[in-house]
């Protein structure tokens, strides 16, 4: 079964950057299309960023400039570097496929103070 296990989260100033990682394990587990959500509280889960396996990313406009998506096929990792961190970026950030078929992980907590 695939387990994907995100890290990299923390408590940041606004304007800060932090590193998220993705990474997934299982036999013969294989990572295509992926994304990275996040959900705060009392709010649903949305989808910020996007990557294909041919390395094509798409980003929601609220992230657009600020967040990056990339990945590493051979370690079978996904990351999202974030920079010019805001407060209304706090939120758990969790990985997975453009459906999110995968089972969710524990995602990664981010906090952004002002």
């Known amino acids: 079964q695939v387990q994907l296990v995100e890290s990299g989260g923390g408590l940041v100033q606004a304007g800060g950057s932090l590193r998220l990682s993705c990474a997934a394990s299982?036999?013969?587990?294989?990572?295509?299309?992926m994304g990275w959500y996040r959900q705060a509280p009392e709010e649903q889960r949305e989808l910020v960023a996007t990557?294909?396996?041919?390395?094509?990313?798409n980003y929601a406009d609220s992230v657009k400039g600020r967040f990056t998506i990339s990945r590493d096929n051979a370690k079978k990792t996904v990351y999202l570097q974030m920079n010019s961190l805001k407060p209304e970026d706090t939120a758990v950030y969790y990985c997975?496929?453009?459906?999110?078929?995968?089972?969710w992980g524990q995602g990664t907590q981010v906090t952004v103070s002002s």
């Open positions: 997975n496929t453009f459906s999110g078929e995968l089972p």
């Open positions: 990557i294909t396996s041919g390395g094509n990313t």
């Open positions: 299982g036999r013969g587990v294989s990572i295509n299309a």
